[in-house]
């Protein structure tokens, strides 16, 4: 079993920047490729990024891509999530997720684990 702990969402006015963090209890984090999800109020959870297992390898929605950064700290068991010129429909709550897909995966059910989540909220 591997628990994930997001933090690091709030309320921030559009433009703005926040910078999630996925703490991971798991021994093994740095064999696992890790995603963030994102699911907006009465909207299906979509997917936003992806990292590899050593974090040389990244991969966005195109609806992030410029504006988002994933990265990872294998020796903290964390990844990370720095949102930057956040606008209004990026609001949502905001899940990392495990897998151990050897490829780019971008459904729910190629990730293993799930974190309970932070809100992200963006004023306009």
């Known amino acids: 079993q591997v628990q994930l702990v997001e933090s690091g969402g709030g309320l921030v006015q559009a433009g703005g920047s926040l910078r999630l963090s996925c703490a991971s209890s798991?021994?093994?984090?740095?064999?696992?490729?890790m995603g963030w999800f994102r699911q907006a109020p009465g909207k299906e959870r979509k997917f936003v990024a992806h990292i590899s297992r050593t974090g040389g390898s990244t991969y966005y929605a195109d609806s992030v891509k410029g504006r988002f950064t994933v990265s990872r700290d294998n020796a903290k068991n964390t990844v990370y999530l720095q949102m930057s010129s956040l606008k209004a429909e990026d609001t949502a709550v905001y899940y990392c997720?495990?897998?151990?897909?050897?490829?780019?995966?971008?459904?729910?059910?190629?990730?293993?684990?799930w974190g309970q989540g932070t809100q992200v909220t963006v004023s306009s």
């Open positions: 997720a495990v897998t151990d897909s050897d490829y780019v995966v971008v459904t729910r059910r190629d990730y293993a684990y």
């Open positions: 798991a021994r093994t984090f740095s064999t696992y490729a």
